[in-house]
């Protein structure tokens, strides 16, 4: 059974820092684009960042940009996301997922339909 798990998430004050961790089981994504999405409450999922298989591309959302950081292990199946400067804007559920169609792809897709595995969320509340 092929599954992501996300970890990492918790209350942390506005200005802090966090960072989130996806481990992959059941099968490798080292050759996969890998990114991190999340959802805050009656919002639609929405893309943070993503990374091409390798790690040379990386992909931010301009709400996060310059904050956040996207990286992967791929000897570890783990992709990270180091969260800086906490606002409380950014509080919602952190989604991993997984792009298994394409391999050896130098990009990353930032929209929800390119990715067909996903992990079940980390949730995030940062205070003000």
């Known amino acids: 059974q092929v599954q992501l798990v996300e970890s990492g998430g918790g209350l942390v004050q506005a200005g802090g820092s966090l960072r989130l961790s996806c481990v992959a089981s059941?099968?490798?994504?080292?050759?996969?684009?890998m990114g991190w999405f999340r959802q805050a409450p009656e919002k639609e999922r929405e893309f943070v960042a993503g990374?091409?298989?390798?790690?040379?591309?990386?992909y931010y959302a301009d709400s996060v940009k310059g904050r956040f950081t996207i990286s992967r292990d791929n000897a570890k199946n783990t992709v990270y996301l180091q969260m800086n400067s906490l606002k409380p804007e950014d509080t919602a559920v952190y989604y991993c997922?997984?792009?298994?169609?394409?391999?050896?792809?130098?990009?990353?897709?930032?929209?929800?339909?390119?990715?067909?595995?996903w992990g079940q969320g980390t949730r995030l509340t940062v205070s003000p």
């Open positions: 990374i091409s298989w390798s790690g040379r591309s990386t």
């Open positions: 997922a997984a792009d298994s169609s394409t391999r050896f792809s130098g990009v990353a897709g930032t929209e929800v339909y390119e990715y067909d595995y």
């Open positions: 059941g099968r490798t994504f080292s050759s996969n684009a």
